[in-house]
């Protein structure tokens, strides 16, 4: 019994060995219900890396899956008392089977680059299987070259369930180009991305998917043809265009361009942009919410076509960070005590903005010589169950600040025994030196703490 998937881009695929490059959607016996019905589940299309092309330079994602499950009399693990039998014979000469074999205790799958028969348990899963069989171009073949490979599970009680994939040799590779990063950008300001689409594979893009995410910053177009779904507040659109067509190395504009309001606080921020052909699906380690209402503005559609395309184009999803042309002033102020036992010291660090840097500071406490530290801030990890917040660094305790909105503040509290006068000191501390959060006023970043006779 062979089924088509209702949403063909919902489990697709890409490398494997070398040699597999994508597929999508799936032909199984209703995987929906697997804990119920017996099935053998496949890709109904799956497009194959050309022969002699190496994954490194056409790198896709998701491995060529086969899933099978006997519900009526499952066999115990470490069984082999069922049968795969994959079957390349219509395939045509663009195809070839190539055999895995991992099993210590000999190969459990044999037969020819064209059918193969598999022993496997009554629960068969070809990404954790140590021995498998998938479809692979063979030499000599040419993009667009392929035909179908039909799978059989056959039970114990020999019950067959068959389920059919079409594989293609070459297929569609979307890149996008990458846009910014946007630096000095004003707070509240609007800013502007283009989507230019890359076709590297070698077969054409027919439909394409997008997903645009405006993290920190406000998606400012609702496209019609884009659904926006409920959780995320307008901050997500997922589109499919089924008109586009996009062919080997041809790059498309989509069109309007992406608009977006930048924070008015936070520092940093970025948005995401990402793209699929249809017929493959988006990468496996996306997530697409389903659901939402379309949007109430133009339509996204390609508005220009061109065989060049200036830029650095990128596969997966693509981040754009935005910085704010702002300042972040954090300080903390000097702390005075005496010598004596269980004397207890409140290090506050404050956040005078006016921009927000997120999470992005570290409290330093370096304790005066001698000092004996008998009690420091702790995170309640469990009922009753504790751990120290700040983590040792030498003779330093490194505090994380956590997210601390501008104009808040935030204490530490140390116990102290203390048997002589002297100085520790307490500081902010970037949690990434790399970054610049333009503190116009580093000289409060630091102070001292002082214990007196």
Not at 40 to 57: I, M, Q, T, W
Not at 190 to 217: A, F, H, K, M, Y
Not at 291 to 301: A, F, N, R, S, T
Request: proline share 8%; with cysteine; glycine share 12%.
């Amino acid at each position: 019994m062979t089924r088509t998937a209702a949403r063909p881009w919902r489990g697709v695929g890409a490398a494997l060995g070398g040699s597999l490059l994508l597929a999508a959607g799936a032909s199984a016996c209703d995987t929906g219900k697997s804990e119920t019905r017996s099935y053998v589940s496949v890709p109904d299309l799956f497009y194959l890396r050309p022969y002699g092309v190496k994954a490194a330079s056409d790198a896709r994602t998701t491995p060529f899956h086969v899933r099978a499950r006997d519900a009526t009399t499952p066999s115990p693990h470490g069984r082999y008392d069922h049968r795969l039998t994959v079957d390349a014979s219509d395939a045509g000469g663009a195809v070839r089977l190539k055999i895995v074999g991992m099993s210590h205790s000999g190969p459990r799958c044999s037969g020819t680059d064209r059918r193969v028969v598999c022993e496997v348990e009554g629960e068969y899963d070809s990404w954790s299987a140590l021995d498998r069989v998938y479809p692979v171009a063979a030499k000599g073949s040419e993009p667009g070259e392929g035909g179908v490979v039909r799978f059989t599970f056959t039970t114990e009680d020999g019950e067959k369930h068959t389920a059919r994939s079409r594989v293609v040799v070459g297929g569609p590779a979307v890149r996008l180009r990458k846009a910014g990063p946007y630096e000095k950008v004003a707070p509240g300001a609007e800013i502007t991305s283009d989507l230019v689409v890359r076709n590297t594979g070698q077969l054409p893009v027919r439909g394409l998917g997008v997903q645009l995410s405006g993290g920190e910053l406000e998606l400012r177009r609702a496209y019609s043809n884009c659904r926006y779904p409920e959780p995320y507040k307008g901050q997500v659109a997922v589109c499919e265009l089924p008109d586009v067509r996009i062919e080997p190395g041809e790059t498309v504009t989509l069109g309007p361009e992406l608009r977006l309001r930048a924070s008015r606080t936070r520092m940093d921020g970025s948005f995401t942009r990402a793209v699929w052909p249809l017929d493959i699906g988006p990468d496996k380690y996306a997530t697409v919410p389903e659901g939402g209402e379309k949007g109430e503005g133009p339509p996204l559609e390609v508005v220009s076509t061109s065989r060049k395309g200036g830029g650095t184009f990128a596969a997966g999803s693509v981040a754009t960070t935005v910085l704010l042309d702002t300042t972040s002033d954090f300080r903390v102020e000097e702390v005075r005590t005496r010598v004596g036992k269980g004397r207890v010291v409140h290090l506050t660090v404050h956040d005078d903005g006016p921009g927000d840097p997120g999470h992005s500071r570290w409290l330093v406490f370096t304790p005066p010589p001698g000092a004996v530290v008998t009690e420091q801030p702790m995170d309640e990890i469990d009922e009753d169950a504790f751990d120290p917040h700040c983590r040792r660094d030498g003779a330093d305790y490194m505090c994380d600040v956590g997210n601390l909105p501008p104009g808040r503040s935030r204490t530490f509290d140390f116990t102290l025994d203390l048997d002589r006068a002297g100085e520790g000191r307490v500081a902010v501390k970037e949690r990434d030196p790399s970054v610049d959060r333009h503190d116009p006023r580093p000289a409060n970043d630091s102070a001292k703490v002082v214990v007196a006779p």
